[in-house]
């Protein structure tokens, strides 16, 4: 019998998309335009999401092949049937967190981050276009990734270099900064501005997975080689 992951649906106001997300796996979130399709895709995506949690050092704990138990449901805004993202909170977003939970959330926050870096380092510098030649190459998606992030770091009191530039170091700098903003913040029983911190933890964690994905399925290694 397969496991069960807890899965959340967003619903957008104008029922045009649904976004799946697994609440307990920060990063693991698909959206499609009906709640059943939108929780495939995620289900789907167990096994891409698994090395993360590998890396995490939870892979005993993740279960690669499950199915969902819909935990809650719960209106989104209009950005969620626009892009099917989530952009609204759940009620799990607004749960009070323990320190252990914080942590585990934070690891696989890091984790994300982590198979991010490493998918930028494999894959061709330019990318597979679009059918009409849109889209972005490789390094304009990091820097698409990381600049969005930055800004999101806004909420919890830190600031970009004016510089922008992105090296090794500033990046690492910058996670460090991000996860210890989040410590703070939870200390002090406060949310990210207007954000929850689950919810600005899985977001992060969404951002950075769907661009590595993307990096990934659009990489031009294998059709060079």
Do not use: N
């Not at 957008?12 to 059943?36: H, Q």
């Not at 209009?78 to 952009?87: E, L, N, P, R």
């Not at 270099?161 to 996860?179: F, I």
Request: include cysteine; glycine fraction near 8%.
């Amino acid at each position: 019998m397969a496991d069960e992951i807890r899965v959340m649906l967003e619903l957008g106001p104008k029922g045009k998309k649904v976004v799946a997300s697994a609440p307990d796996w920060p990063g693991l979130e698909r959206g499609a335009t009906t709640a059943a399709v939108a929780v495939e895709r995620l289900i789907a995506y167990l096994p891409r999401y698994a090395v993360v949690a590998k890396r995490a050092g939870m892979d005993a704990t993740f279960p690669a092949v499950a199915t969902a138990d819909v935990v809650e449901r719960y209106p989104g805004v209009g950005s969620t049937d626009f892009w099917g993202i989530s952009f609204a909170f759940s009620d799990i977003d607004r749960q009070t967190m323990s320190g252990e939970e914080l942590e585990r959330q934070l690891t696989l926050l890091r984790a994300c981050w982590a198979f991010f870096d490493d998918v930028r380092a494999r894959v061709s510098a330019e990318m597979r276009k679009g059918p009409r030649g849109g889209g972005r190459d490789r390094d304009q998606i990091v820097r698409h990734t990381v600049a969005t992030e930055r800004d999101w770091a806004k909420k919890l009191g830190a600031t970009a270099p004016r510089d922008g530039s992105l090296t090794d170091e500033r990046l690492a700098a910058h996670r460090a900064a991000y996860c210890d903003g989040i410590r703070t913040l939870h200390v002090q029983g406060k949310m990210a501005r207007t954000w929850p911190l689950r919810y600005l933890i899985r977001h992060t964690a969404f951002h950075t997975m769907d661009h590595a994905w993307e990096m990934e399925d659009k990489d031009l290694s294998a059709s060079q080689a």
